[in-house]
């Protein structure tokens, strides 16, 4: 049983810094997509940054030059590391996994992601204040 479980969420000032963690036990293989969604207050979930199979790493405009996606694959760990924070990244932040072929990072309003994400976790609130 593959679980997810996010954690770093808090509150923090505009242009501070927070390393979000997503703890992933179940997985056996290393031919997984990951990928970190967010939900802002009011609006749809998106795409902020994923890992193909291969480590190949796409990031969403928003989020380029100030998040960083990494993985230890010893520690079964997935981070998120977001610099420069703005009130715009407020949201809850999610992390998601897939082990299909077809799975590709997702960085954009999707409201089907679970079609290619079959794994979620429940979830951590950022809130980024001015």
């Known amino acids: 049983q593959v679980r997810l479980m996010e954690s770093g969420g808090r509150s923090v000032q505009a242009g501070g810094s927070l390393r979000l963690s997503c703890s992933i036990t179940?997985?056996?293989?290393?031919?997984?997509?990951f990928n970190w969604f967010r939900r802002p207050p009011g609006k749809q979930r998106e795409g902020v940054a994923g890992m193909n199979m291969d480590g190949d790493i796409i990031y969403a405009e928003a989020a380029k030059g100030r998040f960083t996606i990494s993985r230890d694959g010893a520690e079964n760990n997935l981070f998120l590391q977001m610099d420069s924070l703005k009130g715009d990244d407020t949201g809850v932040y999610f992390c998601a996994a897939s082990p299909w072929p077809y799975c590709t990072p997702i960085v954009t309003a999707d409201t089907n992601a679970e079609s290619v994400y079959p794994y979620w976790g429940p979830g951590t609130e950022v809130t980024v204040s001015s």
């Open positions: 179940g997985v056996t293989s290393s031919r997984y997509c």
